[in-house]
């Protein structure tokens, strides 16, 4: 058994195709498997929820909240015709509107491998693609339908693009390059320009100046701005300065800070502490890599400059930004990757191959318990509304005209969440006319809340005005006497 076993890692590490083959089944198993178990998270719930309205309403291009014109969730909307693709093929359920996100994430590392067996060996590409598949906020955002993964998968596209057009001296890369960036601004917005920075810093510091003078570079960039463009201007024309406040609003926040909006960490430590508590098992790999390539600075080939760049030219700026989240770091993770393969670049062909068997072993156990146990599914995807799925059943009982009334801090994803999945529409109040609402409330009237310091509050002192008509951990549905 274990001859069998080594000649069948052997014939796999022997070949290209078989260890792409193999990292795009490891990849398609944690992106893929047990992927509609779960329900969606708060954003993700919003985002399908405006995904769905778009096909009811047969308006692809205005994002609606409730039916209603919305722009405060600042996204442009490719997320959401990636959704309505998945909805219209599977259904708009918890598998249908991740289904192109996990695809689009499966070929953003198909691409990956691709590149760095050109550029660096099918070794180093293999054990990259396993570090990045199994990099927990990659894989859980892979596994979500919210604008991270797609835009990642944009970010790698475009920045591989470039690397190939500037390396082989192929100038059709140079238009992909600018088809994915306009991709990729159509996905997030502003934090496109990040891959520009990337570029920017590179050309500059490897004083790459020809490529500034090349009219293919500057035209590809063209070739993205026709992308992106033609929605902004759809939109400002219909909308006006609506659009242009709501839809910048959050971006502009995002250097200033988020606050009386949300509450945002802004650390300047944030980040080094979401590194240190998110990158295992690979913390250690991606130190002792860039402590290499730090130390053989010199004599780093440009690939691996590129890489690091890759990571420092955005890191830098995320810091700058008064606002942090996590899943900024996410179109960081491949350089990661990449610079914690630096710590294998010292071995032997024959170490190499020993410490491929490791990672392909490690990879296959780790699927096996993931297919066996439901793993992912109650971790990483089953998020904010665990406690609120469970209610879905009754909620689906309630008349179907009564609108269920909720507090305008829960709009977003509870209106999202009741519509998307018990069909039901809602009414959002601020919190002294939510009070005032449950006091005078007729009999019947349902209202929902999240268990926080002003549900016990409110819950306490009409506590005679309601019967408790579903209750979980996190969430309660109340129905007024």
């Given amino acids: 058994m274990k001859e069998k076993l080594n000649n069948f890692f052997n014939t796999i590490i022997e070949s290209k195709n078989g260890l792409l083959m193999l990292a795009i089944l490891v990849g398609g198993i944690a992106f893929f498997n047990w992927l509609g178990i779960s329900g969606l998270s708060k954003d993700s719930v919003g985002y399908a929820e405006i995904a769905r309205e778009m096909v009811l309403t047969g308006d692809y291009l205005t994002p609606q909240e409730n039916f209603e014109p919305s722009f405060k969730t600042s996204k442009p909307p490719m997320l959401y015709w990636l959704e309505v693709a998945g909805g219209k ?26 590149f760095m067996e ?19 906020q990659y894989l859980h955002h892979a596994r979500s339908c919210v604008t991270d993964a797609p835009f990642a998968a944009f970010f790698i596209f475009t920045l591989l693009c470039f690397w190939i057009a500037r390396a082989e001296n192929r100038n059709a890369f140079y238009y992909l390059m600018g088809i994915f960036f306009g991709m990729a601004v159509m996905t997030r917005q502003m934090s496109a320009v990040f891959i520009l920075f990337v570029i920017f810093a590179y050309i500059i510091f490897n004083r790459e100046f020809k490529i500034f ?14 992308i992106f463009m033609p929605w902004h201007i759809a939109m400002y024309k219909i909308h006006g300065q609506k659009f242009l406040h709501d839809y910048f609003f959050a971006t502009s926040h995002t250097i200033t800070g988020y606050e009386g909006i949300m509450d945002v960490p802004s650390s300047m430590f944030e980040y080094a502490n979401i590194i240190l508590s998110n990158y295992w098992p690979w913390l250690i790999l991606f130190v002792y890599g860039l402590y290499k390539q730090i130390k053989a600075f010199k004599s780093l080939k440009k690939v691996d400059y590129f890489f690091l760049l890759w990571v420092a030219v955005p890191f830098v700026i995320f810091h700058i930004a008064k606002a942090k989240q996590s899943h900024y770091l996410n179109p960081l993770y491949p350089a990661f990757a990449v610079i914690g393969v630096a710590s294998f670049r010292d071995f032997s062909k024959e170490k190499m191959k020993t410490a491929v068997k490791v990672f392909m072993a490690i990879a296959l156990i780790v699927c096996a318990v993931f297919i066996g146990f439901k793993l992912l599914p109650k971790t990483l995807d089953d998020q904010h509304l665990r406690y609120a799925m469970p209610a879905v059943p009754y909620l689906r009982q309630i008349d179907k005209n009564e609108k269920i009334t909720i507090r305008n801090e829960d709009k977003f994803y509870f209106s999202s969440f009741l519509l998307f999945y018990a069909g039901k529409y809602s009414v959002a109040l601020d919190d ?34 309601f019967d408790k008509a579903y209750e979980t951990k996190k969430i309660v549905l109340i129905r007024a006497k």
């Fill in 89 to 114: 093929i599977f259904g708009f359920n918890n598998f249908g509107v991740k289904f192109f996100v996990a695809l689009l994430s499966l070929f953003g590392l198909t691409a990956f491998f691709l």
């Fill in 118 to 136: 050109r550029y660096y060996d099918k070794y180093n590409a293999f054990i990259a693609c396993i570090i990045l598949t199994f990099t927990q």
């Fill in 213 to 226: 003078i090349n009219p293919h570079f500057w035209a590809a960039l063209f070739v993205g701005a026709a």
């Fill in 432 to 465: 002294t006319p939510f009070a005032e609402a449950l006091e005078s409330a007729p009999a019947g009237k349902y209202f929902m809340l999240n268990k926080d310091a002003f549900a016990e509050d409110v819950l306490k002192k009409y506590a005679d005005k």
